[in-house]
């Protein structure tokens, strides 16, 4: 027995690692999970939410009511907290360099009432406060601070609910002094369910993610946009499956969810929107063993790679669990086995960048065969897993140049090959999405894009003997 409890004292030790991977502290106690992870850059700290009552350090237990505070070393509270009980914070967020909170969560505000689902933190005195006026409960639906990254608006989202006397709504405006209602709500029909995600603002629109019954005519809607004067749906989806996180980069949105191509979704899981086009990103990601299951939960992005975490084992055609990255031609899994409590694939909830480095949190049990509970920290440096050979790829040496000639018409080129044979072309956009293949038995090939968004394509072409051609266009 003795040599038992050494044994498990060395593997809980501070520097608790696998080879690529690094655990902080040892967990939450009970069958609860930290599901959020924040980044603070202002108080530098590693701020986690979720389901628990205690965390666990080496040495002590912190009581944190479902939130806490990792500093590099050790776990402690983040305030003076909530309601003595187990609820839930989903996440946090900085808006006008003040830390909010939000979540299924209750407290007390000054007079006495229960206040449900958001806060403010004061970081004179720690202790949370209402915004300005109490979110009553448990009348309320509304639990949610949205976009998770706000510039100069934040909204107040979740199921019908009513804040400072104003009508029920599930969106109401936030300016950091005073909630206000948002007019283009109004013009969504009334509905038993109406639910809303995240609010946002992309090239001019404003987009919502939600379960509402459509405002443009009949059936239901998931993802719609605002135009200035009305409702329009957003191009290209034709889905009901909901979007769990969203990310602008580069002019791009990118979504991920529980979307897949097969039901009328963009992509698999995760997928790329100029405004008016989709691209899947190499064909996305997928949970084989249970395909319906399977589910993108988070969006981030570390040294110009999109990463995504939730629950799949596939990304492209890669091998992975739970987490994977995106370079703009390929998906690539992390080096390590990230598996549950039970010895199976564990479902990832969130990501975090601090310190430059990188940290996940959800079910976690072992890595590598290691007991880490729940929240890890990246020290793989640049090992990587397996790598998809789905995209557009790197090769070892410079392509032949395909010989390729504009036409008249916008969009519309001539291909030239070296000889007749049976060439096969294909033509990639810039996010490494396939857009055309095309077949031809001679030595030229119109090709016609003029359909296509602008921007930059690749096209590639191979007879099945000789060495690939390829060639870089641009389509105005």
């Given at each position: ?195 809303v995600g995240t609010v946002f603002d992309f090239k001019g629109k404003t987009y919502m993610t939600c379960s509402l019954p459509d405002p443009t005519g009949p059936g239901f809607v998931s993802f719609i946009r605002w135009n200035g004067s ?247």
């Amino acid at each position: 027995m003795k040599s038992l409890m050494v044994i498990a004292a060395v593997l809980w030790g501070t520097a608790v690692s696998a080879q690529y991977w690094r655990a902080l502290g040892r967990g939450t106690i009970g069958p609860t999970e930290i599901q959020t992870l924040y980044g603070d850059s202002i108080s530098d700290r590693l701020l986690a939410g979720g389901t628990f009552t205690y965390i666990k350090n080496d040495n002590d237990t912190v009581l944190g009511m479902g939130q806490a505070a990792w500093n590099g070393s050790r776990w402690d509270s983040i305030a003076h907290r909530i309601a003595p009980s187990v609820l839930q914070t989903f996440w946090f967020l900085r808006f006008q360099g003040r830390l909010y909170s939000c979540g299924n969560y209750l407290f007390y505000d000054a007079d006495g009432n229960v206040n449900l689902g958001f806060a403010r933190l004061n970081e004179e005195t720690q202790y949370w406060e209402t915004l300005e006026c109490t979110n009553p409960f448990p009348e309320s639906g509304l639990r949610t601070l949205v976009p998770k990254e706000p510039d100069t608006t934040l909204y107040a989202t979740g199921y019908m609910g009513s804040v400072c006397g104003y009508p029920q709504s599930c969106v109401f405006r936030y300016d950091g002094s005073a909630f206000h209602i948002w007019e283009p709500f109004n013009q969504i029909p009334d509905g038993n369910d109406n639910y809303v995600g995240t609010v946002f603002d992309f090239k001019g629109k404003t987009y919502m993610t939600c379960s509402l019954p459509d405002p443009t005519g009949p059936g239901f809607v998931s993802f719609i946009r605002w135009n200035g004067s009305s409702w329009e749906h957003v191009p290209g989806w034709n889905t009901l499956s909901p979007i769990k996180d969203i990310s602008i980069h580069n002019d791009t949105l990118y979504v991920a969810g529980t979307f897949s191509l097969a039901d009328g979704g963009p992509g698999n899981l995760v997928a790329a929107f100029d405004g008016e086009n989709w691209s899947d990103l190499g064909e996305g990601l997928s949970y084989p063993p249970v395909p319906m299951s399977g589910a993108a939960l988070d969006l981030e992005w570390w040294h110009n790679d999109l990463l995504a975490c939730g629950r799949f084992t596939k990304a492209g055609n890669a091998d992975c669990t739970g987490i994977a990255k995106w370079d703009g031609h390929k998906w690539c899994g992390f080096a390590g086995v990230i598996n549950d409590a039970y010895g199976n694939n564990a479902r990832l909830t969130d990501m975090a960048i601090w310190r430059d480095s990188l940290y996940v949190c959800g079910g976690i049990g072992s890595i590598d065969g290691v007991p880490v509970r729940q929240v890890a920290q990246w020290i793989g440096g640049d090992a990587v897993g397996e790598c998809s050979t789905v995209g557009i790829h790197e090769v070892a040496a410079p392509l032949a140049e395909l010989a390729v000639t504009p036409l008249a018409d916008p969009g519309q080129w001539t291909i030239h090959f070296p000889h007749a044979a049976n060439w096969t072309l294909e033509v990639y956009d810039a996010a490494g999405q396939q857009v055309l293949s095309q077949q031809s038995n001679g030595v030229n090939m119109e090709v016609d894009l003029s359909k296509a968004a602008s921007g930059i394509y690749m096209f590639r072409a191979v007879n099945g003997t000789d060495a690939l051609l390829s060639a870089k266009v641009v389509r105005p």
